[in-house]
């Protein structure tokens, strides 16, 4: 039988690190039913962070899909008479600043998300990074201020960051009961009731209760205080709560509420504590009631390839299939993965589907939706939901599969080039061929990690996103693929860019007995366009002056020219080239002649162009004890840092900067030496800026010095 869409719930749980995604994703797999044993993270029994070393370091690397049913509503953990079984498919992302990426993806292919805050340190600094990824991506969400057990355990604080420091809406649906160690239940301010959860059984079974007499007055302030945000979303009530505000029935309050969170005109906020086993029940309600279902989405948007018109595919079986590839993964027991989202129609288990990229039919020889630690089986997927194809030959992250007689492409994903490299060689010879298969595997489950060869040095040079990103990339070309390798210092990776427009006329002639070579062009070499990656080529040849057979070589000579730039060989991201003129020969000239004068004439002309070293500069955020402050600021300041905020946070101070990513390497042991162990900072890729020239002559000397 068909599943009812409505009932399905595609969410993500993002946080900052140690917020206890990890924790609280266990208990939800509990709850479920599929996990019956709980794990606790930091003993390495952990069912999510299946992968050894993140169990190892513990945190959560990969963002794995999972699947589970909560059926809703109950009472005390038996069913209602109306209850119904929900599909939720969960997506673990990770809260580590280097897998941004990872957050990205999950978001785009989620309908609603989980904001885990930890009760005592409030809004962090990646909670920032990630909320504002949500809010571009226009997620809904609730938030969840996990950890009210510990010490300091602050929900109304919270709250009030969420609105200051996230610019959020956020209003509590639930008040605490009990402090800290005490804590033990929450008042529903919807429905006006208490709640206290067993400890016997993993508080699977609760008991209602009467609100506690010491809090009746605050329950009164926040209830009224739901009640007006959700009428002043929502007309029809506003006009019943000018009235008769106890008229507002709790049906009502419920419908108003989950229309202003899928609007994000508000975000509901509950408590809890997943580690003591309260209030993650109360969540999985609060997800059913309030977090869109994939119906509730608009319709995706993409081209049609062959017409290359805009079409939609609306969340119906009935429509083709298209879906969206978001992660590519290998499980040590079915082998390569592609975990896809499903916008339209369905796909059955042995069929063929087209991927747009390559224009090629792939047959999905099996379907699969994960348990965490086990795979089920589908014989088909519908609109709306999580699975993860088997038997495909080339699918990458962010391709579209789709009805081969109704191709569409949707929006690919953007990923940010990878800004930080070390060399690579493998220990031992005989694994030269082991390493290269290793690296091409995970690259391509990865966009932001790259292999290329240093063409200077013929050195094998993987490239990331931090230098974690690649300690862990080493760390499973080990554990995964067995083998070892020798590392090089982490580098840098600049790129060049030009910086002003040039004119300049190139001939390149050959005379060597027989057939030379000739080829003549003049053009003018500038800037990219605002906004414009790679080579933006305009060929503006008049009268033939050049054979049209010969533009696309002068094209393709400009665009590999781009690859090595003319000061230190890295990359260019972005120019213009417009052809003006230039001049064959009957004999000599051929395709080849006009790529070399390309490529010759684009060197050439850099100088003139101002070509410029780009290095990536990084935001950091340090969390210090005042006393720190003036240390940490004059040590930043050394860095090149530049400051861009300082304020307050939960006791401490924030230091926000940015600073040339050169100058990072080994921070975290500055760090800790200036602060006795006492400061955190996180750090993430914000831009690409001109390298002053001193730091410029130094990159051009090294790289001259390897080429020597
Ligand atoms: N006291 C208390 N500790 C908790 C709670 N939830 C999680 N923790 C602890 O906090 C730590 C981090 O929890 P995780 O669940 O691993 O956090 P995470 O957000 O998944 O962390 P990353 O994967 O590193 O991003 C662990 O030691 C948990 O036991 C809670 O409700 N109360």
Same mark, same amino acid.
């Given at each position: 039988m068909a599943r009812d869409l409505l009932l399905t719930r595609n969410i993500g749980i993002a946080a900052h690190i140690d917020a206890g995604k990890t924790t609280t994703t266990e208990r939800i797999l509990f709850y479920t039913g599929v996990n019956h044993k709980l794990g606790e993270t930091h003993e390495g029994s952990s069912t999510m962070d299946w992968m050894e070393q993140e169990a190892e370091r513990g945190i959560t690397i990969t963002s794995a899909a999972t699947t589970c049913d909560w059926i809703f509503p109950k009472e005390n953990g038996e069913p209602t008479e109306d209850a119904q079984s929900y599909h939720f498919n969960i997506i673990d992302t990770p809260g580590h600043v280097d897998f941004t990426v990872e957050v990205n993806r999950s978001l785009r292919v989620l309908d609603g998300l989980v904001f885990l805050f930890s009760a005592v340190d409030g809004v962090e600094p990646q909670s920032e990074t990630n909320w504002r990824l949500a809010d571009n991506y226009k997620v809904p969400r609730i938030g969840f201020v996990n950890k009210m057990d510990r010490q300091g355990a602050n929900f109304l604080e919270v709250n009030k960051q969420v609105k200051e420091m996230l610019g959020s809406n956020a209003v509590p649906i639930v008040l605490p009961i009990? $402090?800290?160690? $005490?804590f033990r239940g929450v008042v529903d301010l919807v429905r006006n009731r208490a709640v206290v959860w067993h400890d016997?059984?993993?508080?699977?079974t609760y008991d209602v209760v009467p609100i506690p007499e010491d809090m009746k007055e605050e329950v009164r302030e926040y209830r009224a205080l739901l009640i007006e945000e959700v009428a002043s979303y929502d007309e029809n009530l506003l006009e019943k709560f000018m009235e008769d505000e106890d008229s507002i029935t709790e049906q009502e309050v419920h419908a108003a509420l989950r229309a202003a969170v899928m609007d994000m005109a508000i975000i509901p906020m509950v408590c809890g504590s997943s580690f003591k086993n309260k209030g993650v029940q109360f969540l999985l309600d609060a997800v059913c009631r309030y977090l869109p279902s994939p119906m509730d989405r608009e319709s995706v948007i993409g081209v049609n390839p062959d017409t290359d018109k805009e079409e939609r595919r609306r969340p119906d079986v009935k429509e083709p299939f298209a879906a969206l590839a978001f992660k590519i993964a290998t499980d040590p027991f079915v082998g390569r993965l592609a975990f896809f989202r499903v916008y339209s129609g369905r796909l059955d288990a042995g069929s063929y589907i087209l991927n747009n990229r390559s224009g090629k039919k792939e047959r999905i020889s099996r379907i699969y939706q994960m348990h965490s630690n086990k795979q089920n089986a589908l014989d088909y997927i519908e609109a709306g939901d999580i699975g993860a194809a088997v038997g495909f030959k080339d699918i990458k992250t962010g391709d579209t599969m789709s009805d081969e007689k109704h191709p569409i492409v949707l929006e690919s994903m953007d990923f940010p080039d990878p800004v930080i490299g070390i060399a690579v060689e493998p220990k031992t010879k005989a694994d030269v061929d082991k390493m290269g298969m290793a690296l091409s595997k995970l690259a391509e489950e990865d966009p932001t990690f790259t292999v290329r060869t240093d063409?200077?040095?013929?050195q094998t040079i993987i490239s990331g996103m931090g230098e974690l990103h690649l300690d862990i990339i080493v760390d499973r070309m080990r554990r995964e693929f067995k083998v070892e390798v020798n590392q090089g210092a982490p580098q840098v990776e600049y790129k060049e860019a030009i910086t002003r427009a040039a004119q300049h006329r190139e001939v390149y002639k050959k005379q060597s007995g027989g057939r030379g070579k000739f080829a003549d062009i003049q053009f003018t070499l500038e800037p990219a366009d605002e906004g414009k990656t790679g080579l933006d080529f305009i060929s503006a040849i008049k009268g033939g002056n050049i054979p049209k057979e010969f533009i696309p070589s002068i094209e393709k000579g400009f665009k590999q020219a781009m690859v090595n730039g003319p000061l230190a060989g890295y990359e260019v991201d972005a120019m213009k080239v417009t052809l003006t003129d230039g001049s064959y020969h009957d004999v000599d000239s051929d395709q080849l002649s006009f790529e070399l004068a390309a490529r010759i004439g684009f060197r050439n002309a850099a100088k003139a162009a101002k070509a410029v070293i780009m290095e990536p500069i990084m935001k950091i955020e340090v969390i210090t004890p005042e006393e720190n402050m003036g240390d940490i600021v004059g040590d930043l300041n050394r860095r090149r840092g530049q400051m861009s905020d300082m304020g307050d946070r939960a006791g401490a101070k924030t230091v926000k900067a940015t600073v040339p990513l050169s100058e990072m390497f080994g921070y975290v042991t500055t760090l800790r030496t200036l602060s006795s162990g006492r400061a955190t900072s996180t750090m993430e890729f914000s831009h690409y800026a001109e390298t002053p020239s001193n730091i410029s002559e130094e990159v051009i000397a090294a790289a001259k010095g390897v080429e020597s």
């Open positions: 009990g $402090d800290e160690g $005490d016997e059984n993993f508080g699977a063409e200077a040095s013929g």
